[in-house]
């Protein structure tokens, strides 16, 4: 055994055939199983065509962060992907009993994974696993970001819908490819570019830019994912009289203002120092404040 397995809580996984809706055959909507064991089938269209869909969700101190709004997302990405509906409360109850099934940890990882299914059986294959998150501690602290060309223009949500843009798929290879440029370039993360020039998101997060006392993101209408992080702060903020909004932004714009972040839901709000080689304003007392709201630590 290595230290690591030693040191780190095993991880949890809980099947979840109920998730479309009562299994046929009279069984568990959702059960616990062994991670280690193989589960997947190979004929699965998520192992063949990447044909899925996901969510990721942060829980702080065993407490999951925005659940709701976690799977109303996974059923906006099903609905654009034309697969059944996910099951809201059997999801919501085998995400408590995955939290509850795993060791005590201040920060864990929940992904909901939820697939076109086995070829030709028409039934989403749905598993959700719990496992110690990453360490982002100097990510909080900080991220140089490469802005990268990524090949669409905002018009995509209304020039071509089949490219899925906004939707949370499993087919996240590019967004893997686009985080290995950056770190090709000496970045942390990237941010993608539209063709059209305008900023859109991190291949796993959600662009904040700070102007002033106005705090802007990007339109999800110009493709990107609604994230959940964008609006707890927005909200936050809002009550604090700030003003908050969706507004399309070049690089220009984004190296110019007064502060960015790439916000997700287990990294939490990631400040960007620096976009290619220009340094932005970096509020570390801010970065912690959206720490603890979006940690639900507040
Ligand atoms: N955009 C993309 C492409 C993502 O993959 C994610 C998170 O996984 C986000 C934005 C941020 O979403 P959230 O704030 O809900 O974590």
Redesign the pocket.
Same mark, same amino acid.
């Given at each position: 055994m290595t230290s690591s397995s030693t040191d780190t809580p095993a991880p949890v996984l809980v099947l979840v055939p109920g998730a479309a809706g009562a299994p046929n055959d009279g069984s568990a909507p959702y059960r616990l199983a062994d991670p280690a064991v193989p589960q997947l089938s190979i004929t699965d269209l998520v192992a063949t065509r990447g044909d899925g869909i996901f969510e990721?969700i942060g829980a702080f101190d065993g407490r999951p962060i925005?659940v709701g /709004?976690?799977l109303a997302?996974l059923a906006r990405s099903a609905s654009l992907l034309q697969m059944p509906a996910p099951h809201q409360e059997t999801l919501l109850a085998a995400i408590d009993a995955a939290i509850e099934a795993h060791a005590d940890v201040p920060e864990l990882t929940i992904r909901v994974m939820y697939t076109r299914g086995i070829e030709g059986a028409g039934t989403p294959t749905c598993w959700i696993d719990a496992h110690v998150s990453d360490d982002w501690a100097l990510y909080r602290r900080g991220i140089r970001v490469a802005a990268l060309d990524r090949g669409l223009s905002t018009a995509v949500p209304e020039t071509s819908p089949w490219l899925l843009p906004g939707a949370?798929t499993l087919s996240?290879a590019v967004?893997m490819a686009a985080v290995r440029e950056a770190k090709r370039r000496g970045a942390q993360d990237a941010l993608f570019v539209a063709t059209d020039g305008y900023v859109l998101?991190? /291949?796993?997060?959600?662009l904040l830019v700070r102007r002033g006392d106005t705090f802007l993101t990007t339109p999800v209408s110009a493709g990107?994912?609604p994230?959940?992080?964008?609006t707890t702060l927005f909200t936050a903020l809002q009550d604090e009289g700030h003003e908050v909004r969706e507004q399309l932004m070049t690089v220009a714009d984004v190296a110019g203002s007064d502060g960015a972040w790439l916000?997700?839901?287990?990294r939490l709000a990631a400040p960007i120092t620096h976009l290619d080689e220009t340094e932005l304003p970096l509020d570390l007392e801010l970065t912690e404040r959206f720490e603890a709201l979006l940690s639900g630590r507040a």
């Open positions: 990721t925005n /709004p976690h997302r949370k996240y967004n998101e991190g /291949p796993t997060s959600t990107v994912l994230g959940t992080c964008v916000l997700s839901s287990t």
